[in-house]
Protein backbone atom coordinates (compact mmCIF):
# COMPACT_ATOMS: atom_id res chain seq x y z
CA UNK A 1 0.00 0.00 0.00
CA UNK A 2 1.10 3.42 -1.40
CA UNK A 3 1.69 6.15 1.22
CA UNK A 4 0.32 9.25 1.17
CA UNK A 5 3.52 10.81 0.69
CA UNK A 6 3.66 9.41 -2.75
CA UNK A 7 0.55 10.01 -3.98
CA UNK A 8 1.38 13.52 -3.34
CA UNK A 9 4.77 13.51 -5.07
CA UNK A 10 3.48 12.02 -7.83
CA UNK A 11 0.42 15.07 -8.39
CA UNK A 12 2.98 17.41 -7.99
CA UNK A 13 5.01 16.22 -10.34
CA UNK A 14 2.22 15.16 -13.01
CA UNK A 15 1.22 19.18 -12.64
CA UNK A 16 4.79 20.55 -12.82
CA UNK A 17 4.86 18.07 -16.47
CA UNK A 18 1.54 19.47 -17.38
CA UNK A 19 2.44 23.39 -16.86
CA UNK A 20 5.68 22.96 -18.79
CA UNK A 21 4.31 21.42 -21.67
CA UNK A 22 2.02 24.28 -22.35
CA UNK A 23 3.92 27.09 -21.89
CA UNK A 24 5.14 28.78 -24.94
CA UNK A 25 8.37 27.98 -26.25
CA UNK A 26 10.42 31.14 -26.79
CA UNK A 27 13.27 30.89 -29.91
CA UNK A 28 16.40 33.17 -30.16
CA UNK A 29 14.59 35.68 -33.22
CA UNK A 30 11.80 36.85 -31.61
CA UNK A 31 11.42 40.25 -30.00
CA UNK A 32 9.87 41.02 -26.59
CA UNK A 33 6.72 42.05 -26.86
CA UNK A 34 6.24 45.47 -25.58
CA UNK A 35 2.74 46.78 -24.60
CA UNK A 36 1.49 50.30 -25.34
CA UNK A 37 -1.54 52.61 -24.70
CA UNK A 38 -3.15 52.59 -28.27
CA UNK A 39 -2.26 55.55 -30.19
CA UNK A 40 -4.56 58.69 -30.67
CA UNK A 41 -6.34 58.64 -33.32
CA UNK A 42 -8.27 62.35 -34.08
CA UNK A 43 -11.48 61.86 -34.73
CA UNK A 44 -12.60 63.04 -38.58
CA UNK A 45 -13.63 66.43 -38.64
CA UNK A 46 -16.86 67.43 -39.55
CA UNK A 47 -17.50 69.06 -42.96
CA UNK A 48 -17.65 72.40 -42.54
CA UNK A 49 -19.93 74.37 -44.66
CA UNK A 50 -18.45 77.79 -45.59
CA UNK A 51 -20.99 80.59 -45.37
CA UNK A 52 -20.90 83.39 -47.81
CA UNK A 53 -23.46 86.50 -47.91
CA UNK A 54 -25.87 86.42 -50.40
CA UNK A 55 -24.41 88.00 -53.59
CA UNK A 56 -26.03 91.06 -55.67
CA UNK A 57 -27.71 90.44 -59.12
CA UNK A 58 -25.67 92.41 -60.36
CA UNK A 59 -22.04 94.61 -60.01
CA UNK A 60 -23.61 97.68 -61.31
CA UNK A 61 -21.90 100.20 -62.92
CA UNK A 62 -22.96 103.94 -64.63
CA UNK A 63 -21.68 106.34 -66.93
CA UNK A 64 -22.81 110.15 -67.59
CA UNK A 65 -21.57 110.37 -71.61
CA UNK A 66 -22.05 112.27 -74.46
CA UNK A 67 -24.11 110.86 -77.13
CA UNK A 68 -25.04 114.03 -78.62
CA UNK A 69 -24.12 117.86 -78.51
CA UNK A 70 -20.32 118.84 -79.30
CA UNK A 71 -19.14 115.86 -77.85
CA UNK A 72 -21.46 113.33 -79.10
CA UNK A 73 -18.48 111.73 -81.57
CA UNK A 74 -16.58 111.14 -78.58
CA UNK A 75 -19.13 109.42 -76.95
CA UNK A 76 -20.57 107.02 -79.52
CA UNK A 77 -17.07 106.09 -79.81
CA UNK A 78 -16.68 105.21 -76.10
CA UNK A 79 -19.75 103.33 -75.57
CA UNK A 80 -19.21 100.53 -77.30
CA UNK A 81 -16.48 99.48 -75.77
CA UNK A 82 -17.70 99.38 -72.93
CA UNK A 83 -20.76 97.37 -73.87
CA UNK A 84 -18.61 95.14 -75.88
CA UNK A 85 -15.79 94.13 -73.26
CA UNK A 86 -19.07 93.59 -70.25
CA UNK A 87 -20.85 91.16 -73.15
CA UNK A 88 -17.53 89.43 -73.39
CA UNK A 89 -16.77 89.25 -69.62
CA UNK A 90 -20.41 88.32 -68.86
CA UNK A 91 -19.85 85.58 -71.53
CA UNK A 92 -17.97 83.96 -69.44
CA UNK A 93 -20.37 83.91 -65.94
CA UNK A 94 -19.26 88.05 -65.09
CA UNK A 95 -16.28 88.57 -62.58
CA UNK A 96 -15.41 86.44 -59.82
CA UNK A 97 -15.68 87.89 -56.01
CA UNK A 98 -14.58 85.51 -53.22
CA UNK A 99 -16.47 87.14 -50.50
CA UNK A 100 -19.92 85.90 -53.00
CA UNK A 101 -17.70 82.53 -53.93
CA UNK A 102 -19.56 83.28 -57.36
CA UNK A 103 -19.15 85.10 -60.43
CA UNK A 104 -21.16 88.28 -60.77
CA UNK A 105 -21.78 89.67 -64.23
CA UNK A 106 -21.70 93.11 -65.01
CA UNK A 107 -24.38 95.86 -65.71
CA UNK A 108 -23.87 99.29 -67.01
CA UNK A 109 -26.83 102.33 -66.86
CA UNK A 110 -25.93 105.50 -68.73
CA UNK A 111 -27.55 108.82 -69.67
CA UNK A 112 -26.85 110.84 -72.91
CA UNK A 113 -25.34 114.25 -70.97
CA UNK A 114 -25.83 115.92 -74.01
CA UNK A 115 -22.49 117.44 -73.89
CA UNK A 116 -23.70 119.46 -71.25
CA UNK A 117 -21.37 119.76 -67.65
CA UNK A 118 -24.47 120.72 -65.56
CA UNK A 119 -26.76 117.75 -66.98
CA UNK A 120 -23.82 115.82 -66.27
CA UNK A 121 -23.72 116.35 -62.80
CA UNK A 122 -27.36 115.88 -62.30
CA UNK A 123 -27.13 112.34 -64.14
CA UNK A 124 -23.77 111.31 -61.67
CA UNK A 125 -25.72 112.22 -59.04
CA UNK A 126 -28.76 110.47 -60.09
CA UNK A 127 -27.04 107.27 -61.04
CA UNK A 128 -25.32 106.98 -57.35
CA UNK A 129 -29.15 107.70 -55.74
CA UNK A 130 -30.75 104.79 -58.03
CA UNK A 131 -28.07 102.04 -58.15
CA UNK A 132 -25.83 100.83 -55.46
CA UNK A 133 -22.51 101.69 -57.93
CA UNK A 134 -19.31 99.95 -58.19
CA UNK A 135 -17.55 102.28 -60.34
CA UNK A 136 -18.24 105.17 -62.68
CA UNK A 137 -17.42 104.87 -66.56
CA UNK A 138 -16.47 108.67 -67.99
CA UNK A 139 -17.71 109.99 -71.11
CA UNK A 140 -15.70 112.03 -73.46
CA UNK A 141 -14.54 115.27 -73.65
CA UNK A 142 -12.33 116.64 -70.70
CA UNK A 143 -14.41 119.52 -70.08
CA UNK A 144 -17.21 116.68 -69.16
CA UNK A 145 -14.79 114.76 -67.19
CA UNK A 146 -13.80 118.02 -65.02
CA UNK A 147 -17.16 118.44 -64.53
CA UNK A 148 -18.17 114.73 -63.15
CA UNK A 149 -14.82 113.86 -61.61
CA UNK A 150 -15.97 115.83 -58.33
CA UNK A 151 -19.14 113.90 -57.85
CA UNK A 152 -17.43 110.84 -58.08
CA UNK A 153 -14.83 111.89 -55.85
CA UNK A 154 -18.04 113.25 -53.45
CA UNK A 155 -19.48 110.00 -53.27
CA UNK A 156 -15.92 108.31 -53.30
CA UNK A 157 -17.35 105.89 -56.45
CA UNK A 158 -14.11 105.19 -58.41
CA UNK A 159 -13.68 106.45 -61.57
CA UNK A 160 -12.55 105.19 -64.57
CA UNK A 161 -12.47 107.77 -67.70
CA UNK A 162 -10.24 108.19 -70.97
CA UNK A 163 -10.54 110.58 -74.09
CA UNK A 164 -9.48 113.46 -71.37
CA UNK A 165 -5.91 114.79 -72.17
CA UNK A 166 -6.39 117.54 -69.42
CA UNK A 167 -3.63 117.14 -67.16
CA UNK A 168 -5.35 119.56 -64.82
CA UNK A 169 -7.51 117.36 -63.67
CA UNK A 170 -5.48 115.02 -61.90
CA UNK A 171 -3.66 118.20 -59.57
CA UNK A 172 -6.60 118.54 -57.79
CA UNK A 173 -5.80 115.65 -55.13
CA UNK A 174 -8.69 112.86 -56.47
CA UNK A 175 -7.98 109.74 -55.23
CA UNK A 176 -10.90 107.87 -57.47
CA UNK A 177 -9.72 109.04 -60.32
CA UNK A 178 -8.00 107.03 -62.98
CA UNK A 179 -7.54 107.65 -66.71
CA UNK A 180 -5.29 105.01 -68.68
CA UNK A 181 -5.04 107.96 -71.45
CA UNK A 182 -2.52 109.76 -72.68
CA UNK A 183 -2.25 113.55 -71.38
CA UNK A 184 -1.07 116.80 -72.52
CA UNK A 185 2.46 116.59 -71.47
CA UNK A 186 2.72 113.50 -73.27
CA UNK A 187 1.61 114.51 -76.21
CA UNK A 188 3.04 118.14 -76.38
CA UNK A 189 6.08 116.59 -76.00
CA UNK A 190 5.90 113.44 -77.65
CA UNK A 191 5.05 115.43 -81.15
CA UNK A 192 8.21 116.99 -81.09
CA UNK A 193 10.03 113.90 -80.26
CA UNK A 194 8.47 111.72 -83.09
CA UNK A 195 8.90 114.03 -85.39
CA UNK A 196 12.49 114.25 -84.98
CA UNK A 197 13.12 110.57 -84.86
CA UNK A 198 11.33 110.30 -87.92
CA UNK A 199 12.05 112.75 -90.10
CA UNK A 200 16.01 113.92 -90.99
CA UNK A 201 16.89 116.88 -89.54
CA UNK A 202 17.26 119.31 -93.01
CA UNK A 203 13.25 117.85 -93.96
CA UNK A 204 11.46 118.61 -90.91
CA UNK A 205 8.60 121.90 -90.80
CA UNK A 206 9.97 124.47 -88.37
CA UNK A 207 7.23 126.89 -88.09
CA UNK A 208 4.50 126.25 -86.19
CA UNK A 209 0.48 127.41 -86.48
CA UNK A 210 -1.45 126.77 -83.44
CA UNK A 211 -5.34 126.95 -83.91
CA UNK A 212 -6.52 126.67 -79.96
CA UNK A 213 -9.88 126.41 -77.99
CA UNK A 214 -9.72 129.18 -75.36
CA UNK A 215 -11.03 126.14 -72.84
CA UNK A 216 -9.12 125.35 -69.74
CA UNK A 217 -7.71 122.17 -72.21
CA UNK A 218 -7.35 124.29 -74.85
CA UNK A 219 -5.14 126.80 -72.88
CA UNK A 220 -3.31 124.01 -70.87
CA UNK A 221 -1.79 122.39 -74.50
CA UNK A 222 -1.06 125.55 -75.60
CA UNK A 223 1.18 126.48 -73.06
CA UNK A 224 2.90 123.25 -72.98
CA UNK A 225 3.42 123.40 -76.95
CA UNK A 226 4.45 126.93 -76.12
CA UNK A 227 7.65 124.86 -73.67
CA UNK A 228 8.31 122.16 -76.08
CA UNK A 229 8.44 123.71 -79.34
CA UNK A 230 11.70 125.17 -78.60
CA UNK A 231 13.37 122.64 -76.49
CA UNK A 232 13.17 120.67 -79.90
CA UNK A 233 13.89 123.36 -82.82
CA UNK A 234 10.47 124.42 -83.80
CA UNK A 235 9.26 127.77 -83.51
CA UNK A 236 5.51 128.85 -82.97
CA UNK A 237 5.11 131.21 -86.00
CA UNK A 238 0.84 131.68 -85.19
CA UNK A 239 -0.77 131.40 -82.63
CA UNK A 240 -4.42 131.27 -82.54
CA UNK A 241 -7.44 130.79 -79.92
CA UNK A 242 -11.77 130.41 -80.70
CA UNK A 243 -14.05 128.83 -78.00
CA UNK A 244 -15.15 125.65 -78.26
CA UNK A 245 -17.69 125.18 -81.03
CA UNK A 246 -17.93 125.54 -84.96
CA UNK A 247 -15.58 128.84 -85.90
CA UNK A 248 -14.59 130.08 -88.85
CA UNK A 249 -10.98 130.07 -89.25
CA UNK A 250 -10.41 131.86 -92.02
CA UNK A 251 -7.77 134.67 -90.64
CA UNK A 252 -5.91 132.09 -88.64
CA UNK A 253 -5.74 130.14 -91.42
CA UNK A 254 -4.34 133.45 -93.83
CA UNK A 255 -2.30 134.02 -90.81
CA UNK A 256 -0.59 130.80 -91.14
CA UNK A 257 -0.53 130.98 -94.86
CA UNK A 258 1.51 134.92 -94.57
CA UNK A 259 3.89 133.55 -92.01
CA UNK A 260 5.15 130.11 -93.83
CA UNK A 261 3.73 127.89 -90.92
CA UNK A 262 4.34 124.14 -91.90
CA UNK A 263 2.65 122.77 -89.37
CA UNK A 264 -0.22 122.87 -87.82
CA UNK A 265 -1.29 121.55 -83.91
CA UNK A 266 -4.93 121.83 -83.43
CA UNK A 267 -7.47 120.51 -80.75
CA UNK A 268 -11.25 121.08 -82.53
CA UNK A 269 -14.13 118.93 -81.98
CA UNK A 270 -16.31 117.79 -85.44
CA UNK A 271 -17.50 118.83 -87.74
CA UNK A 272 -15.55 122.25 -86.07
CA UNK A 273 -12.39 120.67 -87.61
CA UNK A 274 -13.94 119.19 -90.93
CA UNK A 275 -14.75 123.15 -91.67
CA UNK A 276 -11.31 124.03 -90.42
CA UNK A 277 -9.70 121.84 -93.21
CA UNK A 278 -12.45 122.78 -95.88
CA UNK A 279 -11.11 126.20 -95.35
CA UNK A 280 -7.38 125.40 -95.73
CA UNK A 281 -7.75 123.68 -98.90
CA UNK A 282 -10.00 126.96 -100.36
CA UNK A 283 -6.91 129.27 -99.26
CA UNK A 284 -4.27 126.77 -100.96
CA UNK A 285 -2.41 126.46 -97.32
CA UNK A 286 -1.56 122.75 -96.85
CA UNK A 287 1.10 122.39 -93.52
CA UNK A 288 3.57 119.79 -94.22
CA UNK A 289 2.62 117.92 -91.28
CA UNK A 290 -0.46 118.41 -89.08
CA UNK A 291 -1.70 117.15 -85.46
CA UNK A 292 -5.35 117.21 -85.17
CA UNK A 293 -6.71 116.05 -82.00
CA UNK A 294 -10.61 115.18 -81.50
CA UNK A 295 -12.13 116.02 -84.41
CA UNK A 296 -10.17 112.96 -86.65
CA UNK A 297 -11.39 110.30 -84.39
CA UNK A 298 -14.50 109.26 -86.09
CA UNK A 299 -15.13 107.81 -89.21
CA UNK A 300 -16.98 110.40 -89.75
CA UNK A 301 -13.83 112.81 -90.81
CA UNK A 302 -13.22 110.37 -93.45
CA UNK A 303 -17.09 110.72 -95.05
CA UNK A 304 -16.70 114.35 -95.06
CA UNK A 305 -13.76 115.32 -95.82
CA UNK A 306 -12.72 112.19 -98.66
CA UNK A 307 -9.45 113.11 -100.03
CA UNK A 308 -8.91 117.02 -98.00
CA UNK A 309 -9.09 115.00 -94.44
CA UNK A 310 -5.76 112.41 -95.46
CA UNK A 311 -2.52 113.10 -94.23
CA UNK A 312 -3.63 114.52 -90.50
CA UNK A 313 -2.64 112.23 -87.66
CA UNK A 314 -3.99 111.94 -83.90
CA UNK A 315 -3.12 110.87 -80.56
CA UNK A 316 -6.23 108.99 -79.86
CA UNK A 317 -4.69 106.46 -77.55
CA UNK A 318 -5.19 103.12 -79.36
CA UNK A 319 -5.62 101.50 -82.68
CA UNK A 320 -7.13 98.40 -83.58
CA UNK A 321 -3.58 97.19 -85.37
CA UNK A 322 -2.02 97.48 -82.02
CA UNK A 323 -0.30 94.23 -81.31
CA UNK A 324 -1.87 93.39 -78.02
CA UNK A 325 -3.41 89.99 -76.78
CA UNK A 326 -7.65 90.67 -76.75
CA UNK A 327 -7.22 93.25 -79.61
CA UNK A 328 -8.31 90.70 -82.26
CA UNK A 329 -11.64 89.63 -80.28
CA UNK A 330 -12.44 93.17 -80.07
CA UNK A 331 -12.09 93.78 -83.34
CA UNK A 332 -13.90 90.21 -84.47
CA UNK A 333 -17.06 91.66 -82.55
CA UNK A 334 -16.82 95.39 -83.07
CA UNK A 335 -16.43 94.30 -87.16
CA UNK A 336 -19.71 92.18 -86.36
CA UNK A 337 -21.92 95.24 -85.14
CA UNK A 338 -20.61 98.14 -87.43
CA UNK A 339 -18.64 96.43 -90.25
CA UNK A 340 -15.34 97.70 -89.26
CA UNK A 341 -12.65 96.98 -87.20
CA UNK A 342 -12.82 98.83 -83.62
CA UNK A 343 -12.37 102.54 -83.15
CA UNK A 344 -9.78 104.54 -82.20
CA UNK A 345 -11.52 105.29 -78.68
CA UNK A 346 -13.21 101.82 -78.58
CA UNK A 347 -9.83 100.17 -77.37
CA UNK A 348 -9.48 102.23 -74.45
CA UNK A 349 -12.57 102.28 -73.10
CA UNK A 350 -12.87 98.19 -73.41
CA UNK A 351 -9.42 98.65 -71.40
CA UNK A 352 -11.34 100.19 -68.57
CA UNK A 353 -13.57 97.78 -68.18
CA UNK A 354 -10.85 95.02 -68.22
CA UNK A 355 -9.02 97.17 -65.14
CA UNK A 356 -12.08 96.99 -63.34
CA UNK A 357 -12.88 93.47 -63.62
CA UNK A 358 -9.28 92.56 -62.89
CA UNK A 359 -8.97 94.79 -59.56
CA UNK A 360 -12.54 93.65 -58.35
CA UNK A 361 -11.44 89.82 -58.66
CA UNK A 362 -8.24 90.53 -57.16
CA UNK A 363 -9.58 92.60 -54.24
CA UNK A 364 -12.36 89.90 -53.85
CA UNK A 365 -14.83 91.80 -52.70
CA UNK A 366 -16.76 95.00 -53.82
CA UNK A 367 -15.81 97.67 -51.26
CA UNK A 368 -15.26 100.63 -53.70
CA UNK A 369 -12.29 101.62 -51.05
CA UNK A 370 -10.47 98.25 -51.40
CA UNK A 371 -11.14 98.17 -55.56
CA UNK A 372 -9.95 101.98 -55.06
CA UNK A 373 -6.93 100.95 -53.47
CA UNK A 374 -6.67 97.80 -56.19
CA UNK A 375 -6.88 100.04 -58.75
CA UNK A 376 -3.68 102.39 -57.53
CA UNK A 377 -1.67 99.78 -56.89
CA UNK A 378 -2.25 97.33 -59.49
CA UNK A 379 -0.99 96.41 -63.64
CA UNK A 380 -3.29 95.02 -65.39
CA UNK A 381 -3.50 93.53 -69.01
CA UNK A 382 -5.21 95.12 -71.13
CA UNK A 383 -6.30 95.71 -75.45
CA UNK A 384 -4.17 98.96 -74.59
CA UNK A 385 -0.95 96.97 -73.59
CA UNK A 386 0.34 96.35 -69.50
CA UNK A 387 -1.51 99.41 -67.71
CA UNK A 388 -0.25 100.99 -63.90
CA UNK A 389 -1.11 103.96 -62.74
CA UNK A 390 1.10 107.07 -60.46
CA UNK A 391 -0.10 108.31 -57.59
CA UNK A 392 -2.05 111.39 -59.14
CA UNK A 393 -4.52 109.24 -62.09
CA UNK A 394 -2.59 109.50 -64.91
CA UNK A 395 -1.98 105.91 -66.34
CA UNK A 396 1.25 104.88 -67.97
CA UNK A 397 0.46 103.68 -71.30
CA UNK A 398 1.59 103.94 -74.94
CA UNK A 399 0.87 107.05 -76.56
CA UNK A 400 0.57 105.58 -80.30
CA UNK A 401 0.27 108.01 -83.29
CA UNK A 402 -1.68 107.49 -85.77
CA UNK A 403 -2.80 108.75 -89.82
CA UNK A 404 -5.15 108.90 -92.00
CA UNK A 405 -3.94 107.92 -95.12
CA UNK A 406 -6.35 107.28 -98.18
CA UNK A 407 -9.53 107.22 -96.56
CA UNK A 408 -8.32 104.88 -93.55
CA UNK A 409 -6.92 105.49 -90.18
CA UNK A 410 -3.39 103.67 -90.15
CA UNK A 411 -1.03 103.39 -86.68
CA UNK A 412 2.41 104.84 -87.70
CA UNK A 413 4.87 105.32 -84.72
CA UNK A 414 5.93 103.37 -82.23
CA UNK A 415 7.70 100.82 -85.09
CA UNK A 416 6.66 97.83 -83.63
CA UNK A 417 3.22 98.32 -83.54
CA UNK A 418 3.03 99.97 -87.03
CA UNK A 419 0.63 98.98 -89.53
CA UNK A 420 2.11 101.74 -91.84
CA UNK A 421 4.49 104.19 -92.22
CA UNK A 422 4.52 108.09 -91.94
CA UNK A 423 3.68 109.82 -94.92
CA UNK A 424 5.61 113.37 -94.90
CA UNK A 425 5.37 115.53 -96.20
CA UNK A 426 1.59 115.75 -96.65
CA UNK A 427 0.61 116.15 -100.77
CA UNK A 428 -0.92 119.78 -101.31
CA UNK A 429 -4.39 120.01 -101.54
CA UNK A 430 -4.75 120.61 -105.22
CA UNK A 431 -2.46 117.33 -105.78
CA UNK A 432 -4.38 114.87 -104.38
Known amino acids: MKSKFG ?59 SLTGNFGSLGNLILPGYQIAIEHINADGGVFVKEYNKKIPLRLTYYDDESDPTK ?106 KIHAPEYGYDIVVY ?9 WTAAIQKAKAAGADMLLS ?11 KTMAELGWTPKFSLIIRAPEGVNWGESLAAIGDYVTIFPGWHHGAKFDGVDKLNARYEELYGRPADLLTGPAYACVQIL ?49 HGKMEL ?10 LIYPAPAFEDR
Not at 31 to 48: D, G, I, L, R
Not at 192 to 208: A, D, S
Not at 243 to 248: A, E, L, Q, T
Open 120 to 225: AVSKMETLFAEHNLTAYLGGGGSSMHAASIPIAEKNKVPYLGISFALYKIHQQGYKYLFSPFPKSPNQTEDVFKILNETIPEGERPTKVAVFAYNDDWGKEWGDLV
Open 7 to 65: VALGIMLLVSLMATSCAPKATATEAPVVTEAPAKTEAPAATEEVSYPPAPEYIELGSSI
Open 267 to 277: LPVFPDGSGMF
Open 357 to 405: AQAIEKAGTLDRDVIRDTIAAGEFSTVIGSVTFNADGTGNVLDPLIQWQ
Open 412 to 421: VWPPEHATAP
Open 240 to 248: EENPVGVND
